[in-house]
């Protein structure tokens, strides 16, 4: 009987709108990161029909360009799409205790508000509403990198 080989996924889409601007640094080496949550509601009848909501709060970390868009670009209360994979880590608390999260490790973040400007809303031709962390591509071949980017 031939092996069975479970497929490799790990990706993840969610909306949502962050719950607090987000938070900056670098690392040691100078690599920009940016933390912060989203809010995801969810809208569903219960049994007896009555629609409900639910709220799933969920952690993002977003690295290089992607971070430095999220540090320029978002604030508390705005809506974005993330693409992304899950990611688990552990680390020591202050008291010493060990706690593992698992938050999504964004690829490309779109912006889903408009920007406000000059007392009316307004969109802005020449800046992007979706990031996308390219980071990776010096990973991969030529002829890989031609077929990402339709060139």
């Not at 604030?75 to 994979?85: I, Q």
């Amino acid at each position: 009987m031939a092996e069975f080989k479970m497929p490799e996924l790990n990706s993840v889409v969610i909306a949502g709108n962050l719950t607090k601007d987000p938070i900056f640094r670098q690392t040691t080496n100078g690599t920009p990161v940016v933390n912060f949550s989203i809010a995801s509601n969810r809208r569903f009848r219960d049994k007896n029909e009555d629609w409900k909501e639910d709220v799933c709060y969920v952690g993002v970390v977003a690295w290089n360009r992607l971070a430095e868009s999220c540090r320029d670009k978002l604030r508390k209360g705005n809506a974005v799409l993330v693409d992304g994979e899950l990611q688990s880590r552990t680390f020591k608390t202050e008291d010493g205790n060990n706690r593992t999260i698992v938050e999504i490790k964004a690829r490309r973040i779109q912006f889903l508000n408009k920007r406000i400007g000059a007392g009316e809303d307004h969109v802005d031709k020449d800046e992007p509403s979706t990031f996308t962390d390219d980071s990776f591509d010096s990973l991969l071949s030529p002829e890989d990198t031609d077929l990402i980017h339709d060139k």
